[in-house]
Nanobody, 124 residues
């Protein structure tokens, strides 16, 4: 089992940037892929980005490509989501998740452990 704690959310104007962090503990961090998901009010949770166990492969939802960057530091047991050119439609609770496998996936059924979430609000 993996314990995950997100931080870095907040309120930002459209066009601004935020950097989310997710600190992991428990299972060996470098053995599994990590992902970020988000859930807006009255909407289902959706995939945002994923990164393989060694950071060599990344995968993004189309709507965030070119604006968001996922990265990980295995020495610090931390995964990051750099979000640039933010839009009001990016407003959501953002969750990090630990995968059951080492490769990237956008399927939330491949993720075994979830953080508590951090709120991101983008004003127009």
């Amino acid at each position: 089992q993996v314990q995950l704690v997100e931080s870095g959310g907040g309120l930002v104007q459209a066009g601004g940037s935020l950097r989310l962090s997710c600190a992991a503990s428990g299972r060996t961090f470098s053995s599994y892929a990590m992902g970020w998901f988000r859930q807006a009010p009255e909407k289902e949770r959706e995939f945002v980005a994923a990164i393989s166990w060694n950071g060599g492969t990344t995968y993004y939802q189309d709507s965030v490509k070119g604006r968001f960057t996922i990265a990980r530091d295995n020495a610090k047991n931390t995964v990051y989501l750099q979000m640039n050119s933010l839009k009001p439609e990016d407003t959501a609770v953002y969750y990090c998740a630990a995968s059951r496998v080492s490769y990237v996936s956008g399927n939330n059924r491949n993720y075994a452990d979830w953080g508590q979430g951090t709120q991101v609000t983008v004003s127009s």
